[in-house]
């Protein structure tokens, strides 16, 4: 089964700087990596997510990075704002034979919080 | 559309009563999701539907059953809730072949006393 190592758990800047979270997973045949973004007292929600086939995908302040060799993958906050602070998952399948129904394994999260 | 709900919000039980955690989605999604969530691990799978009438059992299945007799309901029982049990309950749902995009529910805090 796929394994996912999140780190770092908790992650504090400066309003203003960059932030990376940066995700290890264990099954070559993943390919697709969602990141999820958790507000205090919400379910998580969908901000990003990346398929095998492309290195780096942005979204306006918000960028994700593949390295399918080290089989890592990275979200990359830039000039990061107050509304930014949450808890943050990154995910990966879980086996790939059902289709593209897979089930997500997630990462243990990482809590970011930026000072004003 | 009100997407995911669960309900209740918030629950405290004592040791060996048991329970039922409602989700609804009103977005014809045919997969569901239950998940709890702790401190230090992140999102864990309880049990799972992939289509009305349907379950299967996640990576931490064991003291819940779930049932899924209508599309939009997956619902999360506890027969004889345990201390262990205290957690975040969270209820996850996805349209066919878009595993990816997860919508969650705002969550069932529980606690077993």
């Known amino acids: 089964g796929e394994n996912v190592e999140q780190h770092p758990s908790t992650l504090s800047v400066q309003e203003g700087d960059s932030a990376v979270i940066k995700c290890t997973y264990s099954?070559?045949?993943?390919?697709?990596f969602p990141w999820y973004k958790q507000e205090l007292g919400k379910g998580p929600q969908l901000i990003i997510d990346?398929?095998?086939?492309?290195g780096e995908k942005k979204d306006q302040r918000i960028a994700v990075t593949l390295n399918k060799t080290a089989k890592h993958f990275s979200l990359h906050i830039t000039e990061t704002q107050p509304e930014d602070s949450a808890v943050y998952f990154c995910?990966?399948?879980?086996?790939?034979?059902?289709?593209?129904?897979?089930?997500?394994?997630f990462g243990t999260g990482t809590r970011l919080t930026i000072i004003p | 559309n009100a997407g995911v709900t669960q309900t209740p919000k918030f629950r405290v039980l004592k040791t060996g009563q048991s329970m039922t955690l409602l989700c609804a989605q009103d977005m014809n999604h045919e997969y569901m999701y239950w998940y709890r969530q702790d401190p230090g691990m992140g999102l864990r799978l309880i049990h799972y539907?992939?289509?009305?009438?349907?379950?299967a059992k996640g990576e931490v299945p064991d003291g819940y059953n779930v049932s899924r007799l209508k599309k939009q309901n997956f619902l999360l029982g506890l027969e004889s809730a345990a201390p262990s049990q205290t957690s975040v309950y969270f209820c996850?749902?996805?349209?066919?072949?878009?595993?990816?995009?997860?919508?969650f529910g705002p969550g069932t805090r529980l606690l077993v006393l």
């Open positions: 990346i398929r095998s086939n492309v």
């Open positions: 099954d070559s045949a993943s390919n697709y």
């Open positions: 995910a990966a399948p879980k086996g790939l034979s059902n289709f593209g129904n897979e089930k997500l394994t």
């Open positions: 996850a749902s996805h349209p066919w072949g878009a595993p990816e995009t997860q919508y």
């Open positions: 539907s992939v289509g009305e009438g349907t379950t």
